[in-house]
C-alpha cells in the first residue's frame, strides 16, 4: 500500500516534470520562430551604434524649373568617446585643424556619451579640413555626410525664401513656412561596439536617408532677375531709405517677381541685423500709398456711374475747400478746364476730391474694402500686415476728400498691387499666392497644388475695360509719359505719398511709386515699384518710379515674348520728351537720297559707291530722332 502511494506521487511529478518541459520546449521554438526578429532586434541595440546622415531639404525651383535653393554636400565631424585611445593626443590634432583651443577640444573628447557631435566648430566642414581630418586615421573620430543649403542666386529674392540655421531647420520666410515639407529624414551607418564602445569587426549597416519635399514657386527668375537689377541699380542711383518691386500676373493672382532693399545674403544671414533680415517690405511695409489709390476711386466711380471721363468736365483752380481744410493740386495754379479723363491723366487731386464726392463715404469705403484693403491678402508668406483705415464713423468730410486721392489710409504693396490686378482684369479680386506646387523629389508627383482662387467680383468687366483705357492714357497724355514703350500698349498709374513721422508729414521725404501693367487692352503682367525718399531727384512717381517698371517691362516684352500691339496708342509729346520716329527704307537709294530720308537720324556708312545696300535698323523698325542708322554702300 505505502508502496503503490509512493507509485502514484512518482508519476505525478514525472507528469509534472515531462509537462514543464514540454513548455519549455514550447517556448525556446516560440522564441527562435516568432519571436527572433523582435528579440534580436533588442540585443543589437545593446551593441549597435548610429552614425547619423542627413537628408537633403526640399529643392525650390521657380516656375520654369531653374533652381532657387539647393544642397551642396559637405562633412561634420563625430567622436566616439570611448573609441578614442590617447585623448590629449587627439584634442591637441583636432585643435590645430579646427583652430579652436586644445581644451575646448577636451571636452568634446572626454563626454560620457556614447556620441558626441563636435557643434559648432566641427559642423559643415569644407573639403580641405575634413580631408586633413580624414588623414589623421584617428581612432573614434569620424566624418559624417551633411547637406548645407545653398541659393544659387545670392541675396536674389531673400526675404522670401528665408534661411535656414546651422541645423538646416527653416527659420525665415518659405524655409519656416514649410519647414515640416522640406526637411529631410536622416538615416544611419550602423556599426557595432562592445558594452566598453570599442567597436567590433562586424559589418556594418546602411539605412538610406530620405531628401525632403520639392517646392515650385510662382516666381519667373528672368523678370525676378530684371526686377532685382532695376532695384540695385535705383539704390547706386538714388540711395534711397528703402526700395520695393513686386510683379505678379494680374489675371491668376502669382507673384512673378518680389523684392525689395535693403536686402541680404542668406546664406550669411548672421552678418545682418534682425530689422534687416525680418522684413520682407512688399507685405510688410504699410504707408500712404499716394496717387496710385486713385485707381480705386476711379473704378469705384464708374462702376457707379458717377461721372463720365470723356463728357464730364472739372475745372481746376489750383485747390479746393473742404469745410476748413484747402486741398492743393500739385500743379501751381491748376489745370483749368479738362475731362475727367485729364484729371486721371494729370492725376489731379481736386478733381479726384469730387469723385469721391460724388460716391460718399459709405459707397467709397464698400468698395475700398472690397478691394481688400484693411485686411490681410492672405498671400502664403509670413509677416502679412493688413494696413490701416478709417473707421467708418470717424470719416467726415475731410477724410472722405483725402481718402479719395490715397492720403489719410495705410496700405501694403501687396494689397495694391492685388486690388490693381483686379480693377484691370475684369473685376476679379483674387487672393495672391506664391507657391505653385509642392512635388516628391523622386517621382515629382504632385502632393499639394495651388491654383487662382477668386475672392470676390469687385467691379464690372465694362469698367474694368474702361479703367484700363484710362490708365493707359494716363501713359500715353499724362504723368506716366515715363514708362511709355513704342508699339506697346502699357497703362500705369503714378503715385507720390508724403511720409509721416510723429503725426506730421515730412517735408521734402516722399515715396514715389508706380504702378504699371501691359498690353493695356489685355494684361499679362503688373508691375509696382515704390522708392523710398530717393536723393538727389525731384521726387515724383513719374520721374523716379516710372522709368524703372518701364526698364522691368522692356525685359518682360522679351522673357514673355509678347507681341507688338496693333493700334497702340501715339505718346503725345512735350518739349522734354525724346520722339520716337519710324525708319525709312532706303536700300537701293543713292547716298544722297538716303541721308535726306533720314534727316531725323544720325548716319554712318560703311563701304565705298554710291548705292545702299543693306540698312540697320530695318525700314519699319521705330527708335528714337538722332540715333544712328548704318548703311553699307556697293
Known sequence: MFYKHIHNRIQIVLVIVAILFLVIIAKVFYTQVFDYKKLNGYAANLWSRNLPIEGNRGIIYDRNGEVLANNL?????????????????????????????KEAMLEHVNKKSSMERVHPEGRRLDYETADKINDLKLPGVYLVKESKRNYPGGKSLSHTLGFVGIDNQGLSGLELMYDSYLTGEYGAIKY????????????????????????????????QKSLERELDNTVMKYNPDQALGIAMDPNTGEILAISSRPNFDPSNYQDYSTEITSRNLPIWATYEPGSTFKIITLAAALNENKVDLNKDQFTDSGSIQVENARIKCWKHGGHGTQTFLQVVENSCNPGFVVLGQRLGKETLFKYIKNFG???????????EASGILFSLDQVGPVELATTAFGQGVSVTPIQQITAVSAAINGGKLLQPYI??????????????????KKVRQVIKEETSKEVRLALESVVTNGSGRNAFIDGYRVGGKT??????????????????????????????????????????????GGTVAAPIVKNV??????????????GASEKKYNYLDQKYATVPDVVGDSKKEASEKLEK????????????????????ERIYEGETVRLMLN
Do not use: C, H, W
Not at 373 to 383: E, H, I, M, Q, S
Not at 602 to 617: A, L, N, R
Open 601 to 620: 537720324f544720325k548716319v554712318e556708312y560703311s563701304g565705298s559707291g554710291d548705292t545702299v545696300t543693306y540698312q540697320s535698323p530695318v525700314a519699319g
Open 553 to 566: 517691362l522692356e525685359d518682360v516684352i522679351q522673357i514673355l515674348n509678347i507681341p507688338r500691339r496693333k
Open 192 to 223: 557595432f561596439s562592445d558594452a566598453k564602445g570599442n567597436r567590433l569587426e562586424l559589418n556594418e549597416v546602411y539605412e538610406q536617408p530620405q531628401d525632403g519635399i520639392n517646392m515650385t514657386l510662382t516666381i519667373n527668375n528672368e523678370i
Open 435 to 452: 507657391v505653385k506646387s509642392l512635388n516628391e523629389p523622386e517621382t515629382n508627383q504632385v502632393i499639394k497644388e495651388n491654383k487662382p
Open 73 to 101: 554636400t559637405t562633412t561634420s565631424l563625430v567622436l566616439i568617446p570611448n573609441q578614442i585611445e590617447d585623448k590629449e593626443e587627439t584634442a591637441e590634432k583636432l585643435s590645430q585643424i579646427l583652430g579652436v583651443t
Open 495 to 540: 503715385g507720390t505719398a508724403q511720409k509721416v513721422q510723429d503725426g506730421r508729414y515730412m517735408v521734402g521725404n516722399y515715396i514715389t511709386s508706380f504702378m504699371g501693367f501691359m498690353p493695356a487692352d489685355d494684361p499679362q503682367i503688373v508691375v509696382y515699384i515704390a522708392i523710398d525718399n530717393a536723393k538727389g531727384i525731384t521726387q515724383y
Open 373 to 383: 484693403f484693411g485686411k490681410k491678402t492672405g498671400v502664403d508668406l509670413n509677416g
